[in-house]
């Protein structure tokens, strides 16, 4: 049970900055320091008057000492110095001067060139309120007016004092219209500039949020306050002051850790799946390993006491939680390893593994996180190869099978097995034979999955103990999906997940979180099959995608707070906005190449996976090819930073080609293309960086001009280009790269032969300069285009 006062000292943090927000609304904003600003906020909306104290204590001034004659106030103090580490000091010559209506710089725009580290990305900038659904930075700051900041404050105050939430000031629920409301506001409003030719110093300018700080002062303020009155009891416990302890810190003593956890066994668990009843099996057990990961986090948060505010990032099967290092806190952690680990073998027979490791660090390492990230990986990629070392007498112990048969799905044959039926009003279908607990509940989670996507405000509820009806079971907790609110599930959960919801008033329940999920699916969805004849040839693709030079993008990020940062911009593309860009209707201007309405009737396909960097969808050949130009194009425009690109693999089959083949496939793809960077690789085997990719679809929508409406394709019109045209041109296209510019007289005579009287003259210009070319390059792109 955490402590009032843990809980007050963390509320506190994450409110002491709140006087940046009150002051640059104000009129007079001069009148008051910011710390002032703040104090007389939260004393008044606040009913926790120690965490009001705060705002006036994280900065030492002379009218007013509590910071430093007073242990809450040190621990205020110094993680506010610890969170800011990105911040950089005026060095000689340089001035400062205070900015009310500074804007925010992308933290994407600090990141270099990977591959010529000295070369750096234009600065770009965020608007305080953004006007779209995914936020685009620019090149011009666009000044934040007091305006601005007064509707934004009045938004906050509005959510913050809804009377339908119960404990407004639950951590949880802070976080949450915290993250809403200040995620765009700058943590600092000062600019440095050179002395002398009085420019702004652009490698100075704010780029943290004020939510991403105030959340990392609170998470480094929970670990201090454990830290300091675990390791100090004595003095601790009789009000003794601790200053020398907490503002000079040893170098041998390192009182935070890092943990690092990272699931084993994830693609082989995703993907080792055939056709059959393929569509939901693939979602649940993908969504599985997400909720699964979920709870792991949820798991050691509550083992240590520590509060969401120390989960520094969540996604891609991987999650990082800054903690107290006290022998409480390892044990704790050890505790849960083999806590999770037995329930993993014994529910999954090995094939998943929680690996979960500490690094300590002193508080200086806040200035560089690079190393500390470093050492942790290191940790977990030495534990993963000695998988299940200490249950190798139970893997080598033969499992004698309970039938002659084995798990469908799984392909386990010491469980269990039983039908699957499926019954809907029409017919009752067996979709198993022989199907495993786990793999029936996956499926039964997959189908949760389809009815909770067409929902506008979909919920998972979390009981600690078995409920009257659930989804889904990890270890002895209950997890229950619905499309929106249920008032009696409400009451009795232990927990509710608002997934990818930001109304204040849907958080009623005391113990509401926000999660961000990639939920897209097609309403008529319902399996492979359905997706295969939407349009065009039958057929169905998976796309895999996944960012370049990760690594190295956060080997630059070097700061705590910039590294935190980028983690959570990074999956909030790949996790919230990315529901937005592969429906089609969330986004301005969808590729469409055929004009077939996507824009208003979506793109028939499922997100299967996204999160941290990385994704994997399947549907319909065309709107997975489609919507890749998308997630392309939204990432280049969220990142603004040229130099952060994404790479990725389409692998096109017919319905009944097993999933973990269409997975190996698309994984070849994707990695044929990581190699050469920033590219596609389409057909399987054709790689393109994206601006060639550009000018294939530019080249696509120049022949579908010459082509005509039919029934769920694009006809020849053989009064334009005949058939026999397109099949020419492909042969011609492909002996280019033998023959170059010996092709040009047949090309030439292939457009003289084609009926051009009743085609756009325009068209056929644009058509003659693309064939009269000996570009390979162009061919190339040609040839893609006639396939």
Not at 61 to 86: F, P, V
Not at 389 to 399: A, E, N, V
Not at 521 to 543: E, F, K
Not at 696 to 716: G, M, N, P
Request: glycine share 6%.
């Amino acid at each position: 049970m955490m402590k009032n006062s843990f809980i007050s000292v963390v509320r506190g943090a994450l409110l002491h900055d709140i006087g940046k927000v009150v002051q640059r609304a104000q009129d007079n904003p001069t009148e008051k320091k910011h710390t002032k600003w703040g104090d007389d906020w939260l004393q008044k909306n606040l009913t926790d008057k120690t965490a009001a104290l705060a705002s006036i204590a994280h900065h030492f001034t002379k009218d007013d000492d509590y910071a430093m004659n007073n242990n809450l106030g040190l621990i205020w103090y110094q993680a506010d110095n610890l969170a800011s580490k990105e911040r950089r000091d005026k060095e000689k010559l340089e001035e400062g001067k205070w900015h009310s209506e500074i804007a925010i710089a992308s933290p994407f725009s600090r990141i270099n060139n990977p591959s010529i580290p000295t070369e750096k990305p234009p600065l770009t900038f965020l608007q305080l309120i953004q006007s779209g659904r995914i936020e685009e930075p620019t090149q011009n700051e666009l000044p934040s007016a007091k305006e601005d900041y007064k509707r934004l404050l009045s938004a906050f105050e509005r959510d913050f004092k809804n009377p339908d939430i119960e404990d407004r000031e639950s951590i949880n629920f802070l976080l949450m219209i915290i993250e809403k409301h200040f995620n765009y506001v700058p943590s600092i409003t000062m600019k440095i500039y050179d002395g002398l030719n009085k420019e702004e110093i652009k490698d100075k300018h704010p780029d943290i949020s004020l939510y991403d700080h105030l959340k990392l002062t609170a998470a480094i303020a929970g670990c201090m306050y454990y830290y300091y009155s675990d390791t100090h009891r004595e003095k601790w416990n009789n009000n003794k002051l601790l200053k020398e302890e907490i503002l000079n810190v040893p170098s041998g003593s390192k009182p935070y850790l890092l943990i690092g956890g990272d699931i084993s066994g994830v693609q082989k668990f995703i993907y080792t799946i055939t056709s059959k009843g393929a569509l939901k099996s693939l979602k649940g057990r993908s969504f599985f390993l997400e909720l699964l990961t979920e709870h792991i986090v949820s798991e050691t948060i509550k083992a240590l006491e520590l509060t969401r505010c120390n989960l520094i990032f969540v996604g891609g099967g991987h999650f990082y939680i800054l903690s107290h290092n006290t022998k409480g806190a390892v044990s704790s952690v050890a505790k849960i390893k083999d806590r999770i680990d037995n329930y993993l073998f014994m529910e999954f027979g090995g094939s998943l593994q929680i690996n979960l490791e500490i690094e300590p660090f002193h508080p200086s390492e806040f200035a560089d996180a690079s190393k500390i990230w470093g050492r942790l990986a290191e940790r977990l990629e030495a534990v993963k190869k000695t998988k299940w070392k200490d249950k190798l007498l139970d893997i080598l112990k033969p499992q004698m099978p309970l039938s002659n048969q084995s798990c469908e799905v799984c392909f386990r044959e010491d469980v269990k097995l039983d039908k699957l039926t499926r019954n809907s009003e029409a017919v009752s279908e067996i979709v198993y034979e022989a199907v495993c607990d786990s793999c029936r509940s996956q499926f039964g989670l997959g189908e949760e999955l389809k009815k909770i996507s067409a929902g506008s405000f979909p919920v998972i509820y979390r009981f600690d103990s078995e409920p009257t009806d659930y989804t889904i079971k990890i270890e002895n907790v209950y997890y229950l999906f619905k499309e929106g609110w249920d008032r009696a599930m409400h009451k009795e959960a232990a927990t509710v997940y608002r997934l990818n919801d930001l109304t204040a008033k849907h958080y009623s329940h005391p113990q509401s979180v926000y999660l961000a999920a990639g939920l897209y699916q097609h309403n008529d969805l319902d399996d492979l099959a359905s997706a295969a004849t939407v349009y065009g040839i039958n057929r169905i693709a998976v796309l895999r995608m996944d960012v370049d030079n990760l690594g190295k993008i956060f080997s630059q990020a070097v700061p705590f707070s910039r590294m935190a940062s980028i983690s959570r911009g990074l999956n909030n593309f790949f996790k919230r906005y990315l529901n937005y860009i592969v429906e089609g209707k969330g986004i301005n201007d969808p590729v469409d190449v055929a004009d077939r309405g996507v824009s208003t009737d979506g793109r028939m396909l499922t997100i299967v996976y996204s999160g941290g960097d990385d994704l994997f969808l399947i549907g319909h050949w065309l709107d997975v090819t489609e919507t890749a130009f998308d997630i392309a194009r939204y990432f280049s425009r969220y990142t603004g930073n040229p130099f952060i690109k994404i790479s990725g693999g389409i692998a096109v089959n017919h319905e009944k080609y097993p999933v973990y083949q269409y997975a190996q496939d698309a994984d070849q793809a994707e990695k044929l293309a990581k190699k050469v960077k920033n590219s596609i690789t389409l057909f399987g085997t054709r790689d393109f960086i994206w601006s060639d990719a550009e000018k294939l679809l530019e080249r696509v929508r120049l022949f579908a001009r010459f082509l005509k409406q039919a029934d769920k394709h694009l006809a020849t019109d053989e009064d334009k280009l005949p058939m026999t045209f397109f099949y020419r041109l492909l042969a011609l296209a492909r002996r280019f790269k033998d023959d170059g510019s010996l092709i040009l007289p047949k090309a030439a005579y292939l457009i003289s032969r084609a009926k051009t009287d009743k085609c756009n003259p325009k068209d056929i210009l644009e058509l003659k300069g693309v064939i009269m070319n000996n570009n390979q390059d162009e061919w190339n792109i040609t040839e893609a285009a006639a396939m």
